[in-house]
């Protein structure tokens, strides 16, 4: 049995999960908070982050390493990357510029986004510099067909559905415009859309649950 440790509020964590609901794969959770020094968790993410995995062979970290684990440890649920070398490699291709040009980017906003902190007047004008570039360059890859790499549902929807909303909402928070929007990524239908799968209904569910309790821990 597989355990998915981290937390439901992480953009990765849920990256994962939407990658074990897609796949039919049994697993369980374990509550992990982010940057913990605990040696049970350094022991398994040397750098303290979230998610990683436990398997019966021994633990995985990094959300991209531990997807394709999974694609080639159960070869007989849904495929998420297609057969084609190419095509495979197309797919990673969409979840790097996800995750390291525009997710990773905007990232540097978050502590003032959304958890009351600050961020330098200088960050902000250099992710406002960096981003429209990003998100050009991301467009000419993108196919939205409906999904981000053609007609069928792949491990890059599960990278662009946890991410994409984000790096809209913060640029939203932050600059008072939606960058992606106004860079010509109508992220929004394609949110709705992964968003009704099941899969993704169960993910968003737990996400608000976690929310939540946050919230009310907070308040306590």
């Known amino acids: ?52 995995i436990k398997t019966p062979q021994g633990a995985l970290c990094e959300s991209q390493v531990i997807v394709d684990y999974l694609e080639a440890a159960y070869p007989g649920t849904p495929r998420l990357i297609p057969a084609d070398p190419y095509q495979a490699a197309k797919v990673r291709e969409l979840i790097a510029y996800v995750e390291l040009h525009l997710e990773l980017v905007v990232r540097e906003l978050y502590a003032e986004a959304y958890f009351g902190g600050q961020v330098s007047d200088g960050t902000k004008k250099r992710v406002a510099r960096a981003l429209p570039g990003n998100i050009q360059a991301f467009k000419r890859l993108a196919r939205f067909g409906p999904y981000l790499a053609g007609d069928h549902f792949t491990m890059a929807d599960c990278a662009g559905w946890v991410s994409l909303p984000l790096v809209g909402t913060t640029t939203k928070i932050i600059y008072g415009e939606d960058l992606l929007q106004a860079g010509g990524v109508d992220w929004k239908p394609y949110a709705k859309l992964v968003g009704e799968r099941p899969t993704a209904q169960q993910v968003a569910a737990d996400r608000k649950a976690d929310q939540e309790r946050s919230l009310a821990a907070g308040r306590a």
């Not at 049995?1 to 439901?8: A, K």
């Not at 959770?29 to 990683?52: I, M, N």
């Open 1 to 52: 049995m597989i355990t998915l440790c981290g937390i439901p509020l992480s953009n990765y964590y849920n990256k994962v999960k939407l990658a074990l609901l897609e796949k039919g794969i049994p697993f369980e959770e374990e509550y992990v908070q982010t940057h913990s020094d605990d040696e049970a968790v350094l022991s398994r993410s040397p750098l303290g982050k979230v998610p990683f």
